[in-house]
């Protein structure tokens, strides 16, 4: 699937974070949105590399229509990972949002340097983070046109 054309269709999204609370977070802004789609979510680098390349436990892990991801991560942090998709030719289209709670003016340069899509910085209090997950949602699986899976 390439991305969402009618109420039916479902957007696959990969969440890559290690905050448990975060996860909870964005699983609910999630949930209460108008926009169906499919939350997977991985803990670590490593782990969200494996599941975009399909290997291990993710064997029969869908191609994620965008990833969201976090910056800190443990085993391989997020500019790795974002390093890594970008110079993998299978994955270098699927579009990347950084959502950190980094406001560091060095990673958002970073972000953008590695062909990050998007910035977002998490909030600290939670219904302003479920409203940033709820603008991304609106924007990235209403208004965007993402590319389809072959790249065409």
Do not use: C
């Not at 479902?10 to 699983?27: F, K, M, Q, S």
């Amino acid at each position: 699937m390439s991305y969402p054309d009618s109420p039916a269709d479902t957007a696959d999204i990969l969440l890559v974070e290690d905050n448990p609370g975060d996860v909870r977070l964005t699983e609910e802004a999630f949930r209460e949105g108008q926009i169906k789609n499919t939350l997977h979510v991985v803990n670590d680098g490593v782990e969200a590399l494996a599941f975009l390349r399909q290997r291990g436990e993710y064997a029969e892990a869908p191609r994620p229509d965008i990833v969201l991801l976090d910056l800190n991560l443990p085993r391989k942090d997020g500019d790795e990972v974002l390093d890594e998709i970008r110079e993998d030719s299978d994955l270098e289209a699927i579009p990347v949002v950084v959502l950190t709670s980094s406001e560091a003016q060095e990673d958002i340069v970073q972000s953008y340097e590695l062909k990050a899509n998007a910035f977002l910085t998490k909030p600290v209090d939670p219904e302003e983070f479920i409203e940033v997950v709820r603008t991304f949602q609106e924007f990235w699986l209403s208004v965007v046109r993402l590319p389809p899976e072959d790249g065409n």
